[in-house]
T-cell receptor
Framework: DQQVKQNSPSLSVQEGRISILNCDYT??????FLWYKKYPAEGPTFLIS?????DKNEDGRFTVFLNKSAKHLSLHIVPSQPGDSAVYFC????????????FGSGTQLTVLP | NAGVTQTPKFRVLKTGQSMTLLCAQD?????MYWYRQDPGMGLRLIHY???????AKGEVPDGYNVSRLKKQNFLLGLESAAPSQTSVYFC?????????????FGEGSRLTVL
């Protein structure tokens, strides 16, 4: 039973438009959420995170929104650039779990020039 | 900066053979992890370590063993490889304090078991 779900395996967006990647979770003990970005033949790299006490965190073109009541978070990329084409993983962590991140299955984002 | 380094990058094994994946980090991190990535499954935690000399099981530990004899190294062993262990393996490390959960990953090791 996947506790973190990314239901869209892929997403294509035109350059300059907004990319919205979605993630749902089932474990109410999760209190910190992260997004990782992965290029082919490379390891995932940290992108942005949000604590459960917030509902929004912004870093440049990247914004993560958290809706605790719906157990849903989303990553917005505005404007999207071809270099953003990668697999994006949503991850969640609960306090006291020795930082065991639970990852979603990933969404392949393709930004078309 | 080297960060997290995994060796080897690629390996092909026959069923029943054994091998060890080596992970080395130069960031003086306390926590280290081994994940496997399979299509449609995301990254799943195999084993992890919260400090030198300690190891613990993750979500999918069966068929693997680990050792953390030195703080900078975390070894993942397969004693008798099976085709189900064909995967891409990622090592990661993180700071030992705080709750941000940010991991630093290696580039991955692709293992094929025939």
């Amino acid at each position: 039973d996947q506790q973190v779900k990314q239901n869209s395996p892929s997403l294509s967006v035109q350059e300059g438009r907004i990319s919205i990647l979605n993630c749902d979770y089932t474990n109410s003990m999760f209190d910190y959420f992260l997004w990782y970005k992965k290029y082919p033949a490379e390891g995932p790299t940290f992108l942005i995170s949000i604590s459960s006490i917030k509902d929004k965190n912004e870093d440049g073109r990247f914004t993560v929104f958290l809706n605790k009541s719906a157990k849903h978070l989303s990553l917005h990329i505005v404007p999207s650039q071809p270099g953003d084409s990668a697999v994006y993983f949503c991850a969640a962590i609960s306090s006291g779990s020795a930082r065991q991140l639970t990852f979603g299955s990933g969404t392949q984002l393709t930004v078309l020039p | 900066n080297a960060g997290v380094t995994q060796t080897p990058k690629f390996r092909v094994l026959k069923t029943g053979q054994s091998m060890t994946l080596l992970c080395a980090q130069d960031m003086n991190h306390e926590y280290m992890y081994w994940y496997r990535q399979d299509p449609g499954m995301g990254l799943r935690l195999i084993h992890y370590s919260v400090g030198e000399g300690t190891t613990a099981k993750g979500e999918v530990p069966d068929g693997y063993n680990v050792s953390r004899l030195k703080k900078q190294n975390f070894l993942l062993g397969l004693e008798s490889a099976a085709p189900s262990q064909t995967s891409v393996y990622f090592c990661a490390s993180s700071y030992g304090t705080g709750v941000t959960g940010e991991l630093f990953f290696g580039e991955g090791s692709r293992l094929t078991v025939l």
